[in-house]
């Protein structure tokens, strides 16, 4: 697939392209425009052409996909589509869960104790869950990210760059496996096995809003641990 030409290649991507472009856009506000996300996967799979080295072990169809997803998720960084005072809210709610997170609060409590509308909150886990879904590694690994950006425009083979990404997940492996037996469970079923909220309450017993819950107390506190940890 390779050798074949560039035209040939947007052609045969172009509906992959299409799916994910679409698939990010169903967790993303409405201001995001489809045709930008279907443009930067096309600019993604042009960049996979020139850059991609066969001696790296990974064929050009998964070194493309990659580039495709990662060229949108650039592009949705640099608009900066999450608005300030969100993150502000984000912000207070992420440390709200840290403190009580063996506690089991209602979004209505959360929000009283914030002094809230619970709008607010519902607005929190939203965003929360996108910011995730934007690839939950740079979510959890927030440091460091100019470092790596400023690398990654000479050259994305970077090997300090490839070394310090390699360092973090590491970390975060470790710091995974601190977390509770139900906690590590709930992140394989749903990134690994990737299960639903729903599914996975069924398979738990407990409600698909506890689980949603339940993850995003996950998230929160393996984020703090990463930051705590590059004190």
Same mark, same amino acid.
């Not at 052609?11 to 992959?16: D, I, S």
């Not at 392209?17 to 990010?24: D, T």
């Not at 790296?56 to 005072?85: C, H, N, V």
């Given at each position: 697939? #390779?050798?074949? +030409?560039?035209?040939?290649?947007?052609?045969?991507? *172009?509906?992959?392209?299409?799916?994910?472009?679409?698939?990010?856009?169903?967790?993303?506000?409405?201001?995001?425009?489809? +045709? +930008?996300?279907?443009?930067?996967?096309?600019?993604?799979?042009?960049?996979?052409?020139?850059? #991609?080295?066969?001696?790296?072990?990974?064929?050009?169809?998964?070194?493309?996909?990659?580039?495709?997803?990662?060229?949108?998720?650039?592009?949705?960084?640099?608009?900066?589509?999450?608005? $300030?005072?969100?993150?502000?809210?984000?912000?207070?709610?992420?440390?709200?869960?840290?403190?009580?997170?063996?506690?089991?609060?209602?979004?209505?409590?959360?929000?009283?104790?914030?002094?809230?509308?619970?709008?607010?909150?519902?607005?929190?886990?939203?965003?929360?869950?996108?910011?995730?879904?934007?690839? *939950?590694?740079?979510?959890?690994?927030?440091?460091?990210? +100019?470092?790596?950006?400023? $690398?990654?425009?000479?050259?994305?083979?970077?090997?300090?760059?490839?070394?310090?990404?390699?360092?973090?997940?590491?970390?975060?492996?470790?710091?995974?496996?601190?977390?509770?037996?139900?906690?590590?469970?709930?992140?394989?079923?749903?990134?690994?096995?990737?299960?639903?909220? $729903?599914?996975?309450?069924?398979?738990?017993?407990?409600?698909?809003?506890?689980?949603?819950?339940?993850?995003?107390?996950?998230?929160?506190?393996?984020?703090?641990?990463?930051?705590?940890?590059?004190?």
């Amino acid at each position: 697939m #390779y050798k074949m +030409d560039k035209d040939q290649i947007v052609r045969n991507f *172009l509906p992959k392209i299409k799916a994910i472009a679409i698939n990010l856009l169903n967790t993303l506000p409405k201001s995001v425009d489809l +045709d +930008d996300l279907i443009q930067e996967g096309v600019i993604g799979l042009l960049q996979s052409y020139e850059r #991609y080295d066969p001696t790296q072990g990974a064929t050009f169809y998964t070194y493309a996909l990659t580039r495709i997803k990662g060229s949108m998720l650039d592009y949705l960084r640099k608009i900066d589509w999450l608005p $300030k005072e969100i993150r502000h809210l984000i912000k207070k709610y992420e440390e709200f869960v840290y403190k009580h997170q063996d506690e089991n609060f209602t979004d209505e409590e959360i929000a009283k104790e914030l002094e809230v509308e619970l709008t607010d909150i519902q607005k929190i886990k939203y965003s929360i869950n996108k910011s995730q879904i934007l690839e *939950l590694d740079n979510y959890l690994l927030n440091i460091g990210e +100019d470092f790596i950006e400023a $690398k990654e425009k000479n050259n994305e083979n970077d090997p300090e760059i490839s070394a310090y990404k390699e360092i973090l997940e590491n970390e975060l492996k470790e710091q995974i496996k601190t977390l509770k037996e139900k906690e590590q469970l709930i992140l394989s079923l749903y990134y690994e096995k990737e299960l639903t909220f $729903k599914e996975i309450g069924e398979v738990i017993g407990v409600s698909e809003s506890r689980i949603s819950q339940i993850h995003s107390s996950i998230i929160i506190k393996l984020k703090k641990k990463m930051n705590q940890g590059d004190d």
